[in-house]
């Protein structure tokens, strides 16, 4: 069974950093990718990066690009977000999502499709104040 779990949200100043960290355990091929959307209160979900394990390809959606940094750790399978000048409407809560098919993440983020994104982690409530 694949398992996502999210960690490192919390309350952040504006204009201060924050990392966030997705494991994932449980696929049974070595290619797959990871992804990060958040969900801001009354808002609508959206996607920001995603990155295909082993090779580290990134798509970032363009409206994070240059804040926020996707990344991963392979031998730990481990991927991290890095978000850095974070305003109060970065306030969400972000989650990990996992696929087999990288193309197929970055399309959700894209287009703004979730739908056949395979498994969800519950999310981390990151909260920035101004």
């Known amino acids: 069974e694949v398992q996502v779990v999210e960690s490192g949200g919390g309350l952040v100043q504006a204009g201060g950093s924050l990392k966030l960290s997705c494991a994932v355990s449980?696929?049974?091929?070595?290619?797959?990718?990871i992804a990060w959307f958040r969900q801001a209160p009354g808002m609508e979900r959206e996607g920001i990066a995603s990155i295909s394990r082993p090779d580290g390809s990134t798509y970032t959606a363009d409206a994070e690009e240059g804040r926020f940094t996707i990344s991963i750790d392979n031998a730990r399978n481990i991927v991290f977000l890095e978000m850095n000048d974070l305003k109060p409407e970065d306030t969400a809560v972000y989650y990990c999502?996992?696929?087999?098919?990288?193309?197929?993440?970055?399309?959700?983020?894209?287009?703004?499709?979730?739908?056949?994104?395979?498994?969800w982690g519950k999310g981390a409530l990151v909260t920035v104040s101004s």
């Open positions: 999502a996992a696929d087999p098919d990288f193309i197929a993440t970055a399309q959700a983020i894209l287009k703004r499709d979730y739908s056949g994104i395979h498994y």
């Open positions: 449980g696929f049974t091929v070595d290619n797959y990718a």
